[in-house]
């Protein structure tokens, strides 16, 4: 396939880890298929968000055997919100991917977003035929519901762990501890364009989700007031006029 306009595009995939031994082996694999096709030059980043299992040792075998893949540990758990600001803080690249490292989302399916990156400052997937447990699905359809209904985003899926977004954008990013789950939304706050795209999902390879009904249902709810209680008071604005003086030499007019 032919991509148009990628000339000057780099990508860095950010992949969040917690105590996801059982996935690491598997995912590289996932992961690799997609660097040996992907458009664009791609390096993987993980966050070690303090993981207690094997993680951080498999995370390191992967890096210091693999071309391309790097890590970055954080000092403890700290959440999925503090783990993605750490690695765009890290990111060199002109766009920053995002997914995680549990394989319910295939890395080859960048391939569908990065088809729309030129035209749009953030492509995000939409979950089709979502794989989850009753649990899962209802929180999360009556959690994506509210949030449309108060910020009237009109994003379908917002915690899709599959995004592409432009680095300059996410930089501009208001990070707050539950960010995570208004990553498009905040894209949008600084006029930038979103596209969404349906995605493949499956069934978490291994170990268990760290999510709950208390941090799916209630932690997504009481984010959305901090998040509309911050929008009212975003400063942005644009320069319509300017102009620039030569710099006074040695102190004399």
């Known amino acids: 396939m032919l991509y148009q306009g990628f000339d000057s595009i780099t990508l860095t995939v950010l992949v969040p880890v917690y105590n996801e031994e059982g996935c690491l082996q598997r995912f590289r694999e996932a992961m690799d298929a997609f660097l040996a096709q992907s458009p664009v030059p791609t390096q993987v980043l993980f966050i070690n968000d303090g993981s207690t299992d094997s993680s951080l040792n498999q995370i390191r075998g992967i890096c210091h055997g693999t071309a391309g893949y790097s890590y970055i540990s954080l000092d403890r758990n700290h959440g999925l919100s503090t783990a993605i600001k750490a690695g765009v803080d890290h990111s060199q690249t002109t766009h920053i991917g995002y997914i995680d490292s549990d394989l319910q989302t295939s890395p080859l399916d960048f391939m569908l977003l990065l ?18 447990t009753f649990i899962k699905k209802i929180s999360s359809k009556i959690a994506n519901s509210f949030r449309r209904y108060m910020i009237n985003d009109g994003i379908v899926d917002t915690g899709c762990p599959l995004k592409i977004m432009d680095t300059a954008y996410a930089r501009r990013v208001p990070f707050f501890d539950g960010m ?5 939304a905040l894209i949008q706050l600084q006029g930038g364009k979103v596209k969404q795209l349906p995605v493949q999902h499956f069934e978490r390879f291994a ?14 709810l009481n984010d959305t007031f901090a998040f509309r209680w911050m929008r009212k008071r975003y400063i942005t604005y644009g320069i319509a006029d300017q102009f620039e003086n030569q710099p006074v030499a040695n102190g004399h007019f």
């Open 115 to 132: 088809e729309h990156v030129p035209q749009h400052e953030m492509v995000i997937g939409i979950r089709a035929r979502r794989k989850d």
């Open 180 to 184: 995570h789950r208004f990553l498009p």
């Open 207 to 220: 170990g268990y989700s760290k999510y709950h009904l208390f941090n799916r249902l209630w932690g997504p």
